[in-house]
């Protein structure tokens, strides 16, 4: 008998010593972050996994948005070739787990407590039918300006409180010159800046209904149609080459002084940071005119896949180094982000990031927190792809009029609905 169990525990040990030994360490993470504030962030995850062990086999796909990557994680995961984890916005993250191809983190979420610290804005995307399917990395905000300092003093500009303070300090800009709207004329960064504007033109109530309740009436209502008169004006402000450009070269315009301002979410600060550039002396970031009190947010989050058993302890590995608390300050303090925990010290953060933490904070607690329907968190992909296909068309003038914009978006997320 007792042989019996001896040479049981020496197979069970067999088995266990062989099937650590066979772990892959390696983590393959597909994501979008390829710009320099980007790639200088996902360095700090590469770096603490290494101190794990694990090397990192990257799946870069460019595109800022995430559009380009998900398509390509759409044909990765037909195939049956899963990805250790992949980038991913609120909304996909549920539809693959709807799919059943998500893993199941919640053991490793229960012993780090996961569920005490990461808010509930969030847990409602990473935790599918009681499971935790994806670990938050940051959350970021769309509803910002920045601006370069500079280009501010000269033109003896101030913080615009309201969408017309806002109009003034365009002209202002441009009457000495200066580009005054640093904008990339692609959808996600069009209906990215078009979230503020909503905001700002309806307040939160309407914003809330019309972006994540698709609240039929606020969607065709004349709130909406002066948000893309608003949109409109603002265009009016933007250089002749905007078309197709990439987000960071529209930062990197901002950054130089060639442009007064940019209107993004906070990865934008992510390239002053890698500029080596200083708020309040630098740059400077301002809520969205009108839109101060309220957080229109998008958290990254990596979507962990069911791989097989041999990947699982380097699937853990990187969810636990995602979490933790030391992580989530070293990356959010390069990414612009702010971290996915409420229990984080903003020590280590610049001025914006403080604000950023101090801001979420505020918005949680006031019920003033929203998710970006440009960016994932508003409703789903199909829906986000319809209204970036319409604010896009309308700022490239294949929609001319405002109540055009509006039928046509009533229509679009109808029928993507
Ligand atoms: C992501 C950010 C990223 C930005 C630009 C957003 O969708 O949430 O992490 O920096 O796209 O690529």
């Known amino acids: 008998m007792l042989r019996k169990l001896l040479i049981g525990t020496a197979l069970a040990t067999t088995f266990a010593f062989s099937a650590h030994a066979e772990d892959v360490k390696e983590v393959q993470m597909l994501h979008w972050w390829t710009s320099g504030g980007e790639a200088a962030a996902l360095n700090v995850l590469k770096g603490d996994l290494a101190k794990e062990g694990y090397a990192w086999k990257d ?8 559009d380009a990557a998900m398509t390509a994680l759409k044909a990765m995961v037909a195939a049956g070739n899963y990805p250790t984890a992949s980038q991913m916005l609120g909304y996909t993250v549920l539809d693959y787990a709807a799919a059943g191809v998500m893993g199941d983190l919640t053991e490793t979420a229960k012993k780090e407590g996961w569920d005490k610290s990461v808010p509930a804005a969030l ?3 990473s935790v599918y039918d009681g499971k935790w399917v994806a670990a938050p990395v940051n959350v970021h905000s769309v509803n910002w300006l920045w601006i370069n300092k500079a280009v501010m003093d000269k033109i003896g500009g101030a913080e615009p409180k309201t969408f017309d303070d ?3 300090l365009l002209d202002k800009a441009k009457a000495a010159g200066v580009i005054p709207l640093a904008l990339g004329g692609q959808n996600w960064q ?4 078009f979230d503020s504007v909503v905001l700002s033109t309806g307040g939160p109530e309407f914003y809330k209904k019309a972006f994540n309740d698709l609240d039929d009436a606020s969607l065709k209502s004349d709130t909406m149609k002066k948000s893309f008169d608003n949109l409109a004006k603002l265009v009016t402000y933007v250089d002749p ?3 197709g450009r990439d987000w960071n070269l529209a930062t990197a315009m901002v950054i130089k002084g060639d442009a007064l301002v940019q209107v993004m979410g906070d990865w934008a600060k992510g390239e002053f940071h ?3 550039k200083t708020p309040g002396t630098d740059f400077l970031c301002y809520r969205f005119p009108g839109t101060d009190g309220s957080v229109i947010y ?17 699937q853990v590995a990187l969810a636990t180094a995602t979490l933790s608390k030391s992580f989530q300050s070293a990356f959010n303090v390069v990414k612009g982000s702010v971290p996915a925990r409420t229990d984080v010290p903003d020590t280590d953060f610049d001025a914006c990031g403080k604000k950023g933490i101090a801001d979420l904070k505020a918005a949680n607690d006031g019920g003033t927190l929203f998710g970006s329907l440009a960016q994932g968190y508003g ?5 986000a792809n319809a209204y970036k296909d319409v604010v896009s068309k309308f700022v490239h003038g294949q929609i001319k009029t405002s109540d055009e914009a509006v039928t046509e978006l009533v229509k679009a997320i109808d029928d993507a609905k």
């Open 59 to 66: 799946v870069p796909v460019a595109g800022g948005g995430g």
């Open 298 to 314: 998008n958290s990254d989050m990596f979507g962990m896949f069911n791989v097989p058993d041999d990947r699982k302890a380097a």
């Open 241 to 243: 080459n905007f078309s």
């Open 190 to 193: 069009e209906a990215t800046m």
């Open 166 to 168: 806002f109009v003034a």
């Open 123 to 125: 847990q409602k995307f």
């Open 379 to 383: 409703a789903p992909p199909a829906v």
């Open 274 to 276: 890698a500029a080596n």
